[in-house]
């Protein structure tokens, strides 16, 4: 399966501020996805990173809150904007493998607003 | 759009039972049904798949079974092991939809020694 890599891997941050969020892949892929994981709870899409256009967000999540990019098939970043402790989450990167359409995901990235 | 539930949201087993996760979904056009283990900390990890050509998977302890007609599918763990303790996630999604998982809330097993 494709190596995903996340960095930040934590980070405690501070109310009001931003911060960024990047996905390496070590394949070229064609779907890119954000995930958010609130603490004790499942999983909910954010958004699709689309190579060289605008994210698709889900019902809920704007880019304004969110903004995401994709400049290649290999990369993307999520930034979470103007942080509140309500953005205390878990923020996973997936991608689909092009080979059997199988969705994995990456390390992911812990943040604590304060 | 999809929604996926899934029960028990608790499952505490013994060491050596079985233990089985049951999940439903309501799109009919859902066609791929992962299911992920997570320990604490760390990411949810694919365990088995199965796709809705194929009614049983099988991957040594850990099976998933799927009903397209009643719409749910189970996970069942064999012969369970401490090492098994985590929490499970089925999902489903309909690959035409660019593979956006919806992910059931979620299940806590504990094995007891």
């Known amino acids: 399966s494709a190596v995903i890599s996340q960095k930040p891997s934590r980070d405690i941050c501070q109310r009001g501020t931003s911060l960024t969020i990047q996905c390496q892949v070590d394949s070229q892929v064609t779907m890119m996805f954000w995930y958010r994981q609130q603490p004790g709870q499942s999983l909910t899409l954010i958004a699709t990173a689309n190579q060289g256009s605008e994210a698709t967000y889900e019902s809920g999540f704007v880019i304004d809150k969110f903004p995401i990019s994709r400049p290649n098939l290999t990369f993307s970043t999520l930034t979470v904007s103007n942080m509140s402790p309500e953005d205390s989450s878990i923020y996973l990167c997936?991608?689909?493998?092009?080979?059997?359409?199988?969705?994995?995901f990456g390390e992911g990235s812990w943040l604590t607003v304060v | 759009g999809e929604n996926v539930e899934q029960h028990p949201s608790t499952l505490s087993v013994q060491e050596g039972d079985s233990a089985v996760i049951k999940c439903t979904y309501s799109d009919s056009a859902s066609n791929y049904f992962p299911w992920y283990k997570q320990e604490l900390g760390k990411r949810p990890q694919l365990i088995i798949d199965i796709r809705s050509n194929v009614g049983e998977k099988k991957d040594q302890r850990i099976a998933v079974t799927l009903n397209k007609t009643a719409k749910h599918f189970s996970l069942h763990i064999t012969e369970t092991q401490p090492e098994d303790s985590a929490v499970y996630f089925c999902?489903?999604?309909?690959?035409?939809?660019?593979?956006?998982?919806?992910f059931g809330g979620g299940t806590r097993v504990l094995v007891k020694p």
């Open positions: 997936s991608v689909e493998e092009n080979s059997g359409n199988t969705i994995y």
């Open positions: 999902a489903a999604t309909p690959m035409a939809a660019g593979n956006k998982l919806t």
